[in-house]
């Protein structure tokens, strides 16, 4: 079995790289056979964007497609408190001793650190929760179906197909909007996407087909199509 291991998923690449974004590379290695495991924050997952934000006041303009993590085998939760990681920053284990100041000051404050750290661990509860238990029957669909209402306006169309799609996933819907499976891959590729780190990846032929299929099924969108757009896509700098 050939594992990658990839650092930092939701990076920018150098101009002249065959892709824009690193997680089309991962893509390209799952589709070639080889297993992969990658990290990446939690504020850089795409359908937390409003919500770290807000959060935070940082508009984060690296982000990842949820798929990345809903489709993981395994999803680690590396937990650390806010003072662990200050002080890591500090001693100048993240970023040199210039740039760390600056951190402290701006986004990496005591109260931004945690509220990134309570998303991490809900993000992970929410993943885990879904995810079938050895033993117990799969539950019975009943629930609501989510609808979307979107406009013209690409800025609060995003929002909203940010916020339905994570509801929608989270009560086991399906998101019910004209073309859904379009707009939603749209509107990843064209916005692109401290503890929830994690997550290894398996290859396609080495999934189950059922599970495969219901991989996809959550998003709506087909990997290679959201690939395709995401390529064409221009590449935008992290915060």
Known sequence: MTVCVVDELPFTNVAGSQHPKRYLEVHDLLLAGINVITAMNIQHLESLHDTVLRATGVDVRERVPDRFVLEADHVVNVDL????????????????????????ENFFTENNLNELRELALRETANVLDQRPRAGTKSPTDVSEKI??????????????????????????????????????ARVFALLAPPAFRACALRPPQ????????SALARRGSPAPR??????SAPAGAGA
Request: net charge positive.
């Open 81 to 104: 408190t806010a003072e662990e990681l200050r002080e890591r920053l500090r001693l100048g284990k993240i970023y040199p001793a210039d740039r760390a100041a600056a951190a402290l």
């Open 147 to 184: 609808a979307v209402c979107i406009s013209t306006n690409p800025v609060t169309t995003a929002r909203l197909l940010r916020g339905g799609d994570g509801v929608a996933f989270k009560d086991r819907t399906a998101a019910a909007i004209p073309d859904a499976a379009t707009a939603r």
């Open 206 to 213: 080495q999934r189950t087909p059922a599970r495969a299929r």
């Open 226 to 231: 959201s690939a395709r757009r995401a390529r």
